[in-house]
């Protein structure tokens, strides 16, 4: 964990800004084709996301090297970075 932070404090001109830092998270949105009631999808409207598009959500939390360390994907597009960190 010291050797990641080490990186995250010398990587970029912040010159030790983000100091103790492990990760960087983020989330967003996958384009997907609509989903089919047919395949079993109760609730497809849960996939519509608020910028027009259906998707799922994606957390990824990445080490200095930009290697991900974790990611989620069992997250709707409609469901907000938040929430869908809180379930993964």
Known sequence: MKEVAKGFSQTGSHNGIIA??????????VKIRCPKTSDGFKNITGFYCRKGFYAVNVQ???????EVLFRSIMCRGSEHDSSAFKRS
């Open 60 to 66: 990824a939390i990445v080490n200095y090297n930009k």
């Open 20 to 29: 103790g830092c492990i990760g960087a998270i983020d989330g967003w949105l």
